[in-house]
T-cell receptor, first 113, second 112 residues
């Protein structure tokens, strides 16, 4: 399966801090990059997504930054809260890549009060 | 329904028995995925359907695993002769072409 590499595997951030999760991809045919948030016992939920025609997308405290030339994208959580503690997955797909979502390995985020 | 529905939500089975897991995707979604997730682990890709065909079956761990999708809608994942290592949460997701996938709540399978 086409790879999407995610880092770090785990992250601890103090309340109010910025959480940053990074992903890198290989397939230049990818043209859709969503992020998912998963709480224990629940299925992953679509959080925010970006297409490569923009370099940044912001929704509330969540921002995706996209670097097409480097084939990298990242999730920034501003003013991190304990309720943000969850596992985050990046993913990628593309019409010329079979439209199939490829997921990163996940990042377990813990926000300390 | 409004979301992806999976049944059963929990299944306990004896080693060696066969199990069937069902996924009802969001109406109109052409793509359907099955993933497996062990406790605290990432998403292990199993199979991807586009309509009724499965262009990528590469994630099925052994020939005991099979899946089908009928009418471009409901999908069934079948595990034959279950083993203890099959214990995990099985997640189904569906999407429209070119957009993000929406996940069900999963089926927690326990093989005893």
């Amino acid at each position: 399966q086409q790879q999407v590499k995610q880092s770090p595997q785990s992250l601890i951030v103090q309340k109010g801090g910025i959480s940053i999760i990074n992903c890198a991809y290989e397939n230049t045919a990818f043209d859709y990059f969503p992020w998912y948030q998963q709480f224990p016992g629940k299925g992953p939920a679509l959080l925010i997504a970006i297409r490569p025609d923009v370099s940044e997308k912001k929704e509330g405290r969540f921002t995706i930054s996209f670097n097409k030339s480097a084939k990298q994208f990242s999730l920034h959580i501003m003013d991190s809260q304990p309720g943000d503690s969850a596992t985050y997955f990046c993913a990628a797909s593309g019409a010329n890549a079979g439209n199939m979502l490829t997921f990163g390995g996940g990042t377990r985020l813990m926000v300390k009060p | 329904g409004a979301g992806v529905s999976q049944s059963p939500s929990n299944k306990v089975t004896e080693k060696g028995k066969d199990v069937e897991l069902r996924c009802d995707p969001i109406s109109g979604h052409t793509a359907l995925y099955w993933y497996r997730q062990s406790l605290g682990q990432g998403l292990e890709f199993l199979i991807y359907f586009q309509g009724n065909s499965a262009p990528d079956k590469s994630g099925l761990p052994s020939d005991r695993f099979s899946a089908e999708r009928t009418g471009g809608s409901v999908s069934t994942l079948t595990i034959q002769r279950t083993q203890q290592e099959d214990s995990a949460v099985y997640l189904c997701a569906s999407s429209s072409r070119g957009w993000g996938a929406f996940f069900g709540q999963g089926t927690r399978l326990t093989v005893v």
